[in-house]
């Protein structure tokens, strides 16, 4: 190992994931003052760290062929509540502020005028099963760009129609595979699958990929999320 140069180097993310709920599982047992809950989360800090230093902004996922997609009916419906959230598609904005030199409200006509991309990428769930959707939409590299973000901003938060949020760093966030999707097998999203907009997020396990999205904030302060803040792997990469 040449001098300077770390050992997770060598490690895959992937393995260094399946490690981590061993530590976990470690601490599971109450001690008295919050003892357990601050190891715990020392635990999930250093998860975050070593997973932001094996990150590669430039490393694309496997995208897979027509044949290897997932089909329709197995295009599984996945979230916090069983019910879908009741708002009005029609009024639907996406309110962005923040770090922005342009924050304000932007229908889905600005977000259909930027180009489109569609790919086969593996959604991977934290449960253990995962499925290849067709996606289609707008890079949100594209987007951030669009509105003026900062690109030195460390993260972006986003906040659901049903409550959930969840958050990135900035990195992942410009990725060239992340999607504003509003599109799957060449279609609009259904209701249950995000309609009208959602985060697609194929270096990250599908609890980042948020559905109905109607607030985007860019900032310098690392922000939670409905599962982070439970003690989820707040980077969360595969």
Same mark, same amino acid.
């Given at each position: 190992m040449k001098p300077g140069k770390s050992s997770i180097d060598g490690l895959s993310r992937r393995k260094l994931l399946k490690?981590?709920?061993? *530590?976990?599982?470690? +601490?599971?047992?109450?001690?008295?003052?919050?003892?357990t809950e601050s190891f715990l989360r020392s635990v999930q800090k250093f998860n975050d760290w070593v997973q932001e230093k094996v990150f590669s902004p430039a490393k694309l996922v496997p995208e897979y062929s027509e044949a290897e997609v997932t089909t329709e009916d197995g295009f599984r419906v996945n979230g916090k509540d069983a019910e879908d959230p009741d708002?009005?598609?029609?009024?639907w904005k996406l309110q962005v502020d923040g770090l922005v030199s342009r924050p304000g409200s932007y229908g889905m006509s600005a977000i259909l005028d930027l180009p489109k991309r569609?790919?086969?990428?593996?959604? *991977?769930?934290?449960? +253990?099963?995962?499925?290849?959707p067709k996606w289609g939409g707008a890079v949100l590299k594209d987007f951030l760009s669009m509105v003026g973000a900062d690109p030195k901003?460390?993260?972006?938060?986003?906040?659901?129609?049903d409550d959930y949020s969840t958050s990135y760093d900035m990195p992942s966030a410009l990725h060239p595979q992340?999607?504003?999707?509003?599109?799957?097998?060449?279609?609009?999203?259904?209701?249950?699958?995000?309609?009208?907009?959602r985060i697609v997020m194929p270096t990250k396990l599908g609890y980042k990929s948020a559905k109905w999205i109607t607030r985007m904030t860019v900032t310098n302060e690392k922000p939670g999320g409905y599962w982070e803040d439970q003690g989820y792997d707040w980077f969360a990469g595969l």
């Open positions: 490690l981590s709920p061993l *530590v976990l599982l470690a +601490g599971c047992d109450a001690t008295p003052n919050g003892a708002f009005d598609l029609d009024a569609v790919m086969n990428t593996r959604h *991977v769930c934290v449960e +253990g099963w995962s499925m290849v901003a460390g993260y972006l938060a986003v906040e659901c129609a992340t999607l504003l999707c509003y599109e799957a097998y060449n279609k609009p999203l259904t209701l249950s699958h995000g309609a009208p907009l």
